[in-house]
């Protein structure tokens, strides 16, 4: 094989993988989460955004009298809540914290969400 086609096999398989293992690859990013709101009973809260991957979703709130919360709705139920400053710092720790209250949720959202809330500072 010449050079540049060599290069250039590579390049395009160090881009393919890279991009394989993008954070939030496959979830899809949205502002409607009815699933959410009626877990809350909050008819004055309100969805800041929600991502979903799998059937799961996480939704970012704001209740009615300001307070952030997310939520973590597994296909069939309200699975975790999280309300209040986020202290976690690494996404090791938040991806952790993520898996262990939310048994089940698919690897690509723990991970996204992890990834999300510590190094963008915002969900």
Request: charged residues 20%; proline residues 5%; aromatic residues 10%.
């Amino acid at each position: 094989m010449k050079p540049s086609v060599t290069f250039a096999a590579a390049a395009l398989s160090f881009a393919t993988a890279a991009q394989a293992s993008a954070p939030c690859e496959g979830v899809v990013r949205d502002r409607d989460s009815a699933r959410a709101l009626l877990a809350l009973h909050d008819a004055k809260a309100h969805i800041v955004r929600s991502f979903s991957y799998d059937g799961w979703e996480i939704a970012q709130i704001t209740l009615s009298n300001g307070t952030p919360v997310f939520m973590f709705l597994s296909p069939g139920k309200l699975v975790a809540q999280w309300r209040g400053a986020w202290t976690l710092d690494e996404v090791s720790q938040a991806k952790e914290w993520t898996v262990e209250s939310a048994p089940g949720i698919p690897n690509q959202l723990a991970r996204c969400f992890a990834v999300r809330v510590t190094r963008e500072g915002q969900f």
